[in-house]
């Protein structure tokens, strides 16, 4: 395809060069893309309805709705959309027992438009190759209108409901299905409900302030190939500034119900010059739940703060290549309902719990993590391991460690040569207090007692302290005393 770089703006973006983009993407992302009874009218194209089908491994992804009008702006951007109130969304199941389901699609306030983006391409017939949009809903509402099971005869009532408030986005498109958008929804309240003869449920949940943001590119995304690339790129992230939820489930065992809530949740998922990458975080958790089918009516749980962050390749290199996970669980507490399963007399600390790994790697990649592996030989060899920080803190004891490790390759078996110090404190006195209730038995102390004096050195009252140390013939020892 021949392309010319014109000056950004230097043609106005046509209703018809508009529609020949949202075509080429369509092609490119493998989906059908068909306006019913499409006329020009005036500046503008006009049809009666449209239909978006994606025919998926899954199943077959159907959206319908009508009328629909591309059309001149009358402000910076250059193409508006008239984009139907009404539209429906069906959903036909290839697995499972579900057939079908269809959901009516209500959007109001809707505000679509898009222009040339700032040094875009055309092709030989003046279609821009990218442009710029803006997105903008009062509210969007999804409701379930009807569903088909394969397999029953006992009727089922199935409630689904959606509803999206101040949703509004802006991005980039291009041609060949690549995108990068971000967006906000001020509001999104979801609500579930099954009544079936065997059983009932019942959800709801409301997050409030959030945003996302979705970037893709490249062979893979663009249906061209099977397997990740180093082109390939996909990320998309989502937080939540407070959420809450409940559910209830009912059966011939028992009922089952919880109430959820949180401060605040982040979330990232991202793959992109051949490495892989993971974020998540929340604070201010909340969980209560009830129960009557155990012996214990409920439980409740909080958390402060969680974290858990992964990164590494998932492409092979002539080079050892950086891998890291983070985890964070900081200030847990549990009800006394659940402590009073196994120390119902309070002989074991409540305080709240923490736990907290820092660590990171160098790693050879064997196998090429994004297509078929080989399970002939382990996917990754480590070259380094660095255990930045590693700290627990739960039952009145605690841990903290911290090392470096190199690894001599021998074949399929890594051997670790470095050095981590650990200590710990509290261990005596947790061990009398699993003694009182019956954890362990007193018989149980003398040998645990015996292995700390000789692996461990005293650092204070009920502490201790040792270096744990791996050499390259394989021996490890700690305190100086080698394990047997």
Do not use: C, H
Not at 185 to 190: H, L
Not at 324 to 341: F, N, P, Q
């Amino acid at each position: 395809m021949t392309t010319t770089a014109l000056p950004a703006f230097a043609q106005e973006l046509t209703p018809a060069q508009a529609l020949a983009l949202i075509e080429q993407a369509a092609v490119s992302m493998n989906v059908d893309f068909k306006l019913r009874n499409q006329r020009v009218e005036g500046d503008a194209i006009v049809a009666d309805g449209f239909k978006y089908t994606a025919d998926e491994e899954v199943g077959l992804f159907t959206f319908t709705g009508g009328p629909i009008a591309l059309r001149p702006s009358a402000d910076d951007y250059d193409v508006e959309i008239d984009w139907p109130e009404q539209s429906s969304i069906r959903i036909d199941s290839r697995e499972g027992e579900l057939e079908s389901l269809t959901f009516g699609v209500e959007m109001l306030g809707t505000d679509y438009r898009f222009r040339i983006a700032d040094g875009a391409q055309r092709d030989a017939d003046g279609v821009p190759e990218l442009i710029d949009y803006t997105f903008d809903v009062e509210s969007f509402a999804m409701t379930l209108l009807e569903f088909e099971e394969a397999v029953g005869e006992d009727p089922v009532d199935f409630d689904l409901n959606v509803l999206l408030s101040e949703l509004g986005s802006v991005g980039t498109w291009a041609a060949d299905g690549d995108q990068s958008m971000s967006g906000s929804i001020g509001s999104m309240v979801t609500e579930f409900f099954v009544d079936a003869v065997d059983g009932r449920s019942r959800s709801s949940s409301r997050s409030e302030g959030l945003s996302f943001a979705l970037d893709t590119a490249g062979p893979l995304i663009r249906g061209e190939t099977e397997t990740i690339g180093p082109d390939d790129v996909l990320r998309f992230s989502f937080s939540s500034s407070g959420s809450q939820g409940s559910a209830e489930f009912g059966g011939p065992d028992g009922n089952f119900s919880y109430q959820t809530s949180s401060g605040g949740t982040a979330f990232a998922v991202g793959v992109g010059d051949g490495r892989f990458d993971f974020e998540a975080g929340a604070s201010a958790l909340n969980a209560d739940i009830a129960f009557d089918m155990l012996p214990v009516p409920g439980a409740a749980f909080a958390v402060e703060e969680m974290s858990l962050d992964i990164s590494g390749p998932i492409l092979p290199s002539d080079e050892a290549q950086a891998a890291s996970l983070s985890l964070g669980l900081e200030r847990l507490t549990v009800s006394d309902t659940l402590w009073g399963l196994f120390d119902p007399q309070a002989v074991l600390p409540r305080d709240p719990a923490t736990l907290i790994a820092e660590i990171s790697a160098e790693i050879d990649l064997q196998e090429d993590l994004g297509g078929m592996m080989e399970m002939d030989q382990p996917p990754f060899m480590p070259r380094s391991i660095q255990i930045e920080r590693l700290e627990a803190d739960a039952v009145g004891a605690a841990l903290m460690a911290s090392g470096a490790f190199d690894f001599i390759v021998d074949g399929f078996e890594p051997i670790p040569v470095g050095k981590a110090t650990v200590e710990v404190s509290g261990i005596n006195q947790l061990m009398e207090n699993l003694t009182q209730i019956g954890v362990i038995t007193s018989s149980d102390l003398l040998p645990v007692r015996m292995m700390l004096g000789v692996f461990m050195q005293p650092n204070g009252d009920d502490s201790y302290f040792t270096e744990i140390e791996a050499a390259a013939d394989g021996l490890i020892s700690a305190n100086g005393v080698p394990f047997q």
